[in-house]
């Protein structure tokens, strides 16, 4: 889905964007980490165009049952549907304003790795370097980290306010979590920010994302790991 986040009301979001070179930053981590929020909190304070991941997904409720092809499917949906919104962002100006997405394209790999029989991803992998070979490269990506038990517990008081969320079993959280640390660990696309978010609200209030933008604002080549300030 793309979206124009709200105009942000306080002046300082001149100020903000002049210091932020970044025209592009793409927010990631696993689920219950908040990454949908900060993307919007940070579109707002940059005046920039939202880019949110694909929710719906008509296979992802059987993606676990093996043997059925329906993990291929759902992971073939999500791969193209995230090709789309990129290859809209490729055709248009990424310099005539900033862009915020809340994925990285590239992640797509992670849930593929976990899920897919070898020949089913021998196929994804495939498709997957045929449509990755010219899509754009973020300026900054942001992955926030957290713990498996305190994401647990974030999923689960997320489920208890939105009961129609789907929910992570245990075992799967902390597998995912392992790969989504596995996989940014290695990571060497483009210049990473690693936010450990454990003792952060998720809320991101204006102070945390301008300490944030201002971790952006100094990030070189590699990767640069931030621990926000306790309020």
Known sequence: M????????????????AIVDARY????GPPGVGKAVLAERLGQQLDASLVLDEVENPFAADRNA???GAAFQA?????LARHRQQETLRQGDLFSQATVCDYLFDKDKILAYLTLDDNELFIYQRLY??????????????????????????LRDRARRS????SVDDENLRE????????????AGAPLLVVETSSLDLDWQDEDVEDLLRQIEHMQQGTQYYVPRQR
């Not at 010219?134 to 992955?143: E, G, I, K, R, S």
């Not at 009961?163 to 789907?166: F, I, L, Y």
């Open 25 to 28: 930053l793409a927010i990631e």
């Open 129 to 154: 370097d045929l449509l990755a070979r010219d899509l754009p490269t973020p300026d900054v990506v942001v992955y926030l980290q957290c713990p498996t038990d305190r994401l647990r517990k974030r």
């Open 163 to 166: 009961p129609d969320r789907r």
């Open 2 to 17: 793309l979206a124009r986040a709200t105009c942000c009301p306080l002046k300082r979001v001149d100020i903000l964007r």
């Open 75 to 79: 992971q073939l949906f999500h791969l």
């Open 66 to 68: 093996r043997g059925t």
């Open 176 to 187: 995912l979590n392992d790969a989504f640390n596995h996989f940014f660990f290695h990571y």
